[in-house]
């Protein structure tokens, strides 16, 4: 709202509406542009935009009162407290009714042209993480919806997959949108829930919006991390409010006639075992991850088996050729409701495979894994493709060094993984090579998909069961709010 800015820096719009105004007293010219630039004079020119500053406004006797963000960038900071963005108001009063109504009117008409939602939505999960998503949305999340005049509906969540029964069935024509008050499980199961409705095609054209509340924030992490954004519940929220959209590509994963649709990422190995076993450490926080990772690491697993991959242009040097036989059950009569995978004929396709053993197998949609994990930094968001990251043999030392580098995404330039893109992908899961008769797990999107035998919590059941899984991807399935 204060930012200053050069008057030359482009060619001037039009006014919507220019008049003399009372600001803090003093008769000031304040005009409101049409490319939506409210721009006074105080000590100096002054701006602020419709789009980006301003949330709402309210009449208050004979002043209208403006809701506006600050961004605390450089010196622009100003009370609150901490995050990207600091609240503040902009009050004005007009000279006489006639132009306090014209004001409200202009303004009324530039922020309902910006296209943001008006009514969301919203899912809290109160059991995720440290457990402090319903803190996080009566203090820091609603308060912004409340001064952006944005309704809600609220649900908290009350046991895993009740978010995907809602959506499943709810009637989603009244919403604006959807969001997460949670880490990116709820995510997962609003995608997973929207693709099982008949009207699946236009559920998905419902953005989905994600407030950091969880363990894994890797979706809203992946958004604002390039915009230069912190990853916080005000940041995010923000990005909501302002409701500009990007389509994300959507992973099915197939074994038979069973399907779950993925977002995030698929792993087996080493990055597998790290995320489910070291649920026995939960009482540790995130420091979990990195206690039973240095523990996984010195008792060093390697998995046979093998992956078979269409590259994207580009990678056809990485693997071997192949050939690869569809899984025939894995169609579906024409009665079946909901989306049922990309119509791709995977048969024509140029297959190449890479053979065990494995230490990990990793494909991800999206860059970021969590806040401090930089999984595939190469990864975009609806390029039809997914990231793979696969480690054969690697030392120890060499194997610690590369897990230090998770936080900045370098650790894909190691000479012992191997960085590529793939359109289509098939995972055959083997045995340990040391115990032939203990298996892997299976993660995607942080649930644990499939348990093999002598596996952590192996007697627990599990969607799929340990063999061939088979991965298509569609381009930009999904639509979520993004900050641009």
């Known amino acids: 709202m204060d930012t ?42 002054r701006k602020s935009t419709t789009e980006k500053e301003i949330l709402s406004f309210a009449v208050e006797g004979n002043k209208v009162k ?38 409200c009117d202009k303004l009324r008409q530039r ?104 363990s894994g924030n890797g979706m809203i992490k992946s958004l604002l991390d390039p915009v230069g954004l912190s990853c916080s519940a005000a940041s995010a929220t923000v990005s909501i409010i ?39 450490f939960r009482w540790m926080g995130s420091a979990r991850f990195d206690v039973y990772g240095l523990q996984r690491i010195i008792c060093l697993r390697q998995y046979n088996g093998r992956i078979l991959f269409v590259p994207a242009p580009g990678f056809e040097s990485n693997g071997q050729p192949a050939s690869y036989n569809v899984d025939k059950e894995s169609s579906v009569s024409d009665k079946t409701l909901g989306y049922q995978g990309p119509d791709t004929n995977l048969e024509d396709l140029e297959w190449r495979e890479i053979k065990g053993p494995f230490v990990s197998v990793w494909l991800h949609n999206v860059p970021w894994g969590a806040e401090n994990t930089l999984a595939a930094p190469n990864a975009k968001f609806s390029d039809g493709f997914l990231d793979l990251i696969v480690m054969k043999d690697c030392p120890k030392l060499a194997l610690l060094s590369l897990m230090t580098k998770l936080s900045d995404g370098t650790h894909v330039q190691s000479p012992y993984v191997s960085y590529l893109k ?42 799929m069961s340990y063999g061939k899984l088979q991965i298509t991807v569609d381009q930009g399935l999904a639509t979520l709010f993004s900050p641009e």
């Open 4 to 45: 200053l800015h050069p008057e030359n820096d482009r060619l001037p719009s039009p006014p919507l509406i220019s008049d003399r105004v009372l600001i803090n007293g003093v008769i000031t010219p304040l005009t409101l542009t049409a490319d939506g630039e409210l721009q006074w004079t105080e000590s100096a020119l």
């Open 111 to 214: 922020l309902d042209s910006l296209g943001r939602p008006k009514r969301l939505l919203v899912f809290v999960n109160p059991f995720g993480g440290k457990k402090t998503a319903r803190k996080i949305f009566l203090e820091e999340v609603k308060p912004l919806f409340d001064d952006a005049h944005v309704q809600l509906d609220v649900q908290e969540t009350k046991y895993q997959l009740h978010a995907k029964e809602m959506v499943r069935s709810i009637d989603l024509s009244k919403y604006d949108g959807i969001v997460c008050v949670s880490g990116d499980g709820v995510l997962v199961e609003v995608v997973n829930g929207l693709l099982e409705r008949a009207d699946w095609r236009t559920a998905l054209k419902l953005p989905i919006g994600m407030v950091p509340a969880g």
């Open 242 to 280: 302002r409701g500009h959209r990007r389509s994300l590509d959507v992973a099915t994963i197939s074994q038979g006639t069973t399907k779950f649709f993925s977002v995030l990422m698929l792993a087996w190995g080493l990055v597998a075992d790290i995320d489910i076993e070291s649920e026995k």
């Open 422 to 463: 793939v359109k289509a992908f098939v995972l055959e899961p083997g045995a340990r090579i040391d115990e032939e008769d203990k298996e892997g797990i299976i993660d995607s999107d942080g649930e644990v998909l499939a348990r093999g035998r002598r596996s952590y919590k192996c007697d627990e059941k599990a969607l």
């Open 66 to 103: 403006l809701k506006t963000l600050v961004e605390r960038r450089g010196s622009i900071c100003c009370g609150g407290s901490g995050g990207d963005y600091a609240r503040k108001d902009f009050v004005f009063e007009p000279l006489y009714d006639e132009s306090r109504k014209l004001w």
